[in-house]
C-alpha cells in the first residue's frame, strides 16, 4: 500500500515536455480545464433550476440551494485549500482536486432526492476549492512577468468558455436527455483534465514555510456565509418563521464579528488581516467580488424571465451565451486593443462602468436581440475588468503565497457568485409580492448595476508593491515554469 508521501508526491513533467519554449503555456493551458469545468458547472445549474423545481416539488428558494450550498462550501474551503497546497504543493492538489469533482459529479447525476443532491454538491465544492485555489497560483508561477497578465486573460477567458457553454449545452442536455447529464458531463472533462495535468504541469519549487491550521476561522466564515445566505434566502421565499428569519440574521452578525476578532488574534489566520492591510488589497478583493455578482446574477435571472413567458431552458441558453463570450473575448482581446500605458486602474474603473450602465439598460423593457447586445457588452465590461484586477492583486502578494492568494481571490468570487443567486432571488420574490411581473428583474438589475459601479470604485484603488525583498507574484520570480 502506497505510503502518504507517495501519494503526495508530485510527478516531474516529461523532459520533451519542459524544454519545449511553449511549456508555460501547455501549463496555462492545462489549468484552463479546470477553469471550463467549474463554470459550466455554474451555469448549466442555473440553466437547471426549473427542471430541478419540476422533478424535486420544491420552489426556486429551496432549489437554489442545489447552487448555493456548493459555493458555500467552496468559500470555506478555497483559502484552506490553498494554504495546504502552497505547503503540499499545487500540481498535487490540482490534480487530487480533478478526481474528486470528477467523482462528485458523476453521484450528483444519480441523486434522487434534492437533500441528496445538495449534500453531494458539497463534496463537489471540495474538489473545485483544490481546483480554483490553486488555478491563478499555477498560472502566475509558470508563466514570466510580461506574459501574466495575459495569461490571466487566456485563464479568465477559459472560464468564460465555460460559462459561455453552460447555458446552451444545458438546454440542449435537459431538452435531450434530463437534468442528471449537467452533472455527468463532468466526467469526461476531468479525466482529460487528470491526464493533461500530470504531464504538463510543472512541480512546485517554491514552498510556504509549515504553519498550523485554523479551524475555528473556517467554521466562523461557514458560519457567517451560510446564516447571512439563509437569511437572504428567507426573504427569498423559502418558508421558514419570522423568528427563524431574525435568528440566521443575528447569527450571521454575531459570527461575522468573532470571525473578525479571531482573526486577529490567530496564529495561522485563515484570513491574514493584517497582510491583506499590509498589501492594500482588501479593496481590489472587494471588486473581484462585486464582478462576480454582475456576472452571475444574469444566469439566474434571465432563465426564470424567460420560461415565465413561454420560453424554454434552450431559448435561455442561446439569449445567455452572449454574456460569457463578450466576457470571454475582452479577457482575451482587452490586453492588445486597449492603449498600453493603460494602468490596471484604469481599465478597473472603464470595465465596471461599462457593466454597470449595461445592466441599468436591461432593466427597460426590449426586443431579445437587444438584450443578446446588452449582455454581450456586460460581458466586456467585466472581461476588461477581470484580468486587470487579478493582476493587481497577485502582484501584491509574494510568490510563496501565490495559492493562498489565489484562493483568497477565488474566494471572494464565491461569495460574489452566491449574492448574485440569493440577490436575484430576493428581487424576483419581492416583484411577485408587489403582484409586479416586471418588478422583479428591474429591482434585480438595479442591484447588478449598483454592484457594478461598485467593482469600478473598488478596483481604481491601487495595491501596494511588495515589501523589498519579498518576491511579488507578479514580479518575474521563481522558476516553477521550468520544472
Not at 430541478?52 to 474551503?77: D, E, I, M, P
Not at 504553519?211 to 446564516?227: K, S
Not at 492568494?405 to 428581487?427: D, F, K, P, S, Y
Not at 408587489?434 to 457594478?452: E, H, I, K, V, Y
Request: aromatic share 6%.
Amino acid at each position: 500500500m502506497p505510503s502518504v508521501a507517495a501519494l503526495l508526491r508530485e510527478p516531474a513533467r516529461p523532459a520533451a515536455v519542459r524544454r519545449q519554449r511553449m511549456a508555460p503555456w501547455f501549463a496555462v493551458g492545462t489549468v484552463c480545464f479546470g477553469a471550463f469545468m467549474g463554470q459550466l458547472d455554474a451555469s448549466v445549474v442555473t440553466v437547471a433550476f426549473p427542471a430541478l423545481q419540476r422533478q424535486f416539488h420544491a420552489g426556486l428558494a429551496g432549489v437554489q440551494w442545489v447552487s448555493l450550498g456548493y459555493l458555500l462550501a467552496l468559500v470555506a474551503l478555497l483559502v484552506p485549500a490553498g494554504r495546504w497546497s502552497d505547503r503540499a504543493g499545487r500540481k498535487v492538489s490540482y490534480l487530487y482536486g480533478f478526481v474528486v469533482f470528477a467523482g462528485a459529479s458523476a453521484a450528483c447525476g444519480l441523486a434522487s432526492s434534492l437533500a441528496m443532491l445538495i449534500g453531494l454538491r458539497l463534496v463537489q465544492a471540495a474538489g473545485a476549492a483544490m481546483l480554483q485555489s490553486n488555478s491563478v497560483a499555477l498560472v502566475v508561477t509558470s508563466v514570466p512577468g510580461p506574459s501574466r497578465r495575459a495569461a490571466l486573460g487566456v485563464q479568465a477567458a477559459a472560464q468564460a468558455v465555460g460559462l459561455a457553454s453552460g447555458p446552451v449545452t444545458g438546454g440542449l442536455l435537459i431538452a435531450a436527455a434530463g437534468w442528471r447529464w449537467i452533472f455527468l458531463m463532468n466526467v469526461p472533462v476531468g479525466l482529460v483534465g487528470v491526464v493533461a495535468g500530470w504531464y504538463l504541469l510543472p512541480r512546485t519549487r517554491q514552498r510556504a514555510a509549515r504553519g498550523g491550521t485554523d479551524p475555528g476561522g473556517m467554521v466562523l466564515l461557514a458560519t457567517t456565509a451560510a446564516a447571512a445566505m439563509l437569511a437572504i434566502s428567507s426573504l427569498s421565499g423559502l418558508g421558514v418563521p419570522a423568528w427563524a428569519l431574525a435568528g440566521c440574521a443575528a447569527i450571521a452578525v454575531a459570527a461575522g464579528a468573532g470571525l473578525w476578532r479571531w482573526e486577529r488574534r490567530s496564529a495561522a489566520p485563515l484570513l491574514d488581516l493584517r497582510a491583506l492591510a499590509t498589501a492594500g488589497i482588501a479593496p481590489a478583493l472587494g471588486g473581484a467580488l462585486c464582478a462576480y455578482l454582475v456576472l452571475f446574477g444574469p444566469l439566474v435571472l434571465f432563465p426564470q424571465v424567460i420560461i415565465d413567458h413561454g420560453g424554454s431552458a434552450l431559448d435561455a441558453g442561446l439569449l445567455l451565451t452572449s454574456l460569457p463570450a463578450g466576457f470571454g473575448a475582452a479577457a482575451v482581446a482587452s490586453d492588445r486593443l486597449l492603449p498600453k500605458r493603460w494602468p490596471n486602474r484604469r481599465r478597473c474603473s472603464a470595465g465596471g462602468l461599462l457593466a454597470a450602465g449595461c445592466a441599468a439598460a436591461l432593466a427597460v423593457p426590449a426586443p431579445h436581440a437587444v438584450s443578446v447586445v446588452l449582455l454581450g457588452l456586460l460581458g466586456v465590461g467585466l472581461g476588461v475588468y477581470t484580468p486587470a484586477n487579478n493582476a493587481e492583486i497577485m502582484a501584491a502578494l509574494p510568490a510563496r503565497e501565490a495559492a493562498t492568494g489565489g484562493g483568497m481571490v477565488n474566494m471572494t468570487r464565491g461569495i460574489g457568485t452566491a449574492l448574485g443567486v440569493a440577490v436575484v432571488t430576493l428581487g424576483l420574490h419581492t416583484g411577485t409580492l408587489l403582484a409586479d411581473r416586471s418588478a422583479g428583474p428591474a429591482l434585480a438589475l438595479a442591484a447588478l448595476a449598483a454592484a457594478a459601479l461598485a467593482a469600478a470604485w473598488a478596483g481604481s484603488h491601487a495595491v501596494r508593491a511588495p515589501a523589498p525583498g519579498a518576491t511579488g507574484s507578479g514580479q518575474p520570480a521563481g522558476t516553477d515554469g521550468q520544472r
